[in-house]
Structure formats: C-alpha cells, structure tokens
C-alpha cells in the first residue's frame, strides 16, 4: 500500500498581470513514484513550455512540454539519470534556457549533484526540450578522484554563454570545508573551462557561530544563487563561514 501523502505539481498562470493566478494543469504520480519535485519552468521563444522535475524514489530528473500554454503535456521523457540520491541535502536540480534572440537561444540545459555528492552533471536540448543528449560530468573531480560538490548554480549570458557554479570540498582532505567553483561553456554546452576557484578563502559551515543549522545544514544550506546582468557579467551569492558565521558573499565572474 502505498502512502497517503503524495506530492504533485500544480501549474498556475495569471491573465492579470499577477493580481490572481488560475490552476492551468496539474502533474500527478504515477503507482510507482512517491513524489514529484518540480525544478525549473521554461517558455521557449516558440511559446512552448518546458517543466523539468524530478520522480521520487528514482531520483530520475524528467520533463514534459507543452505546446497550448499548459493546457496538455508530452509524456515525461528523461532529462539525466545521473542525479542521485546523497546522505544529506545536496540542493535541487537547475534548469535554464539560452536567451531568446542570441546565440543558442533553442537549448536548454541542466545541472544536478550526481550520487553521495560526487560530481555535476550537466544536460543539453538544442531542440527545446524535444529531446536531451547524454549527460556529461563537468567539474574536473580533484587528481585524487575524492570529489564532494553540493548546490549547483546555472544561468545563461545576453551571449550565450553556459555558467555553473557549485560548492566544492576537493581543498579540505576531511570533506568538511568548501569553497564556490565555477565553470562555463561558451559552444552551447559542448565544452566547458577548466573550473576555477572563485572564493578566496575556505569555508567550513559547521562552526559554533552558526549553532543548530549546522547540524541540519552540514553544507551551509541550500541559499546560493547566480545570475547574469545587461554586460554579460556572472554575478554569484553564497552562503560562507570563512569567519565563523554564514554571511552572504558576492562574486563577479566576466567570462571572455
């Protein structure tokens, strides 16, 4: 039998300019999936929309596209089997688009942390969402292979321009310290840089400073984001410890 509490995903729009939101569609669990988590929503520049969410238990990342403003769905193909389940809280899945009107402005892409944190995992569409290549693992695990990375970031340049950034612990041989690295792909996500370290001093979330959270948010916890402005400059947040209690740091990161 199965459990009671399931979790399904609702689509809403507003006609008016946000005043009120209408129920549009809504995403159900099959017999075999607990829960579905939605991760991203996308309108492509043929008004086609994409939802990517990902299945429980499976861990499977899927998405479904519509045609008609959300009134019917495609059946739900795979957008990565890479993504996995970790002891504790990896941070969500990542879903973003090319820009419409520049260069790869069709492709989606996707990121997620593979299983027990131990690598990120990037997916393309160049088709908007009809179908998506096979994923590739871009974070240059460290020479020892030990890799430890949570909380992937992604965003899309006025250029095209591919970035993700995530929390990595390859510096710290306990795994218990991270620092925020970031890589980009400038060929529609074909390629990507070696990646970089962007913070320029270690942080170890479990500190005295920040008391109870740490023990429910081992990795600082899930409050990062990236974004891009009007010159194509990468602008980062992150939550960072490097002074014995989490503060929000910046980072701006111009990809040439």
């Not at 990342?61 to 990565?80: M, N, W």
């Not at 973003?96 to 569409?125: E, M, T």
């Amino acid at each position: 039998m199965r459990d009671s509490t399931l979790y399904d995903i609702s689509l809403l729009a507003s006609k008016d300019n946000g005043q009120s939101f209408q129920l549009i569609n809504q995403f159900k669990p099959l017999d075999t999936v607990d829960a579905l988590n939605p991760t991203g929503i996308i309108e492509n520049s043929d008004a086609s929309l994409v939802v990517s969410f990902v299945e429980f238990p499976s861990f499977l990342t899927k998405s479904v596209r519509s045609t008609d403003l959300g009134k019917s769905f495609t059946d739900p193909i795979i957008v990565s089997d890479r993504c996995g389940e970790c002891p504790t809280f990896p941070g969500y899945p990542f879903l973003a688009s090319g820009q419409i009107n520049r260069p790869f402005s069709d492709n989606l892409y996707h990121v997620c942390i593979g299983k027990d944190f131990s690598g990120i995992w990037f997916s393309g569409s160049k088709n908007r969402g009809k179908s998506w290549e096979k994923a590739i693992r871009i974070d240059s695990p460290p020479n020892n292979g030990n890799a430890h990375v949570r909380t992937a970031m992604l965003a899309v340049n006025n250029q095209g321009v591919v970035g993700v950034a995530w929390y990595d612990r390859r510096n710290d041989p306990q795994k218990n310290c991270q620092d925020i690295y970031f890589t980009a792909s400038t060929d529609g996500g074909q390629s990507f840089v070696e990646p970089v370290r962007i913070s320029t001093e270690i942080s170890c979330p479990s500190t005295e400073g920040n008391g109870r959270t740490s023990n429910s948010w081992p990795g600082g916890g899930d409050y990062s984001s990236m974004t891009t402005d009007a010159d194509g400059v990468f602008h980062i947040v992150w939550s960072d410890s490097r002074s014995g209690t989490a503060q929000i740091r910046h980072a701006a990161i111009e990809v040439k």
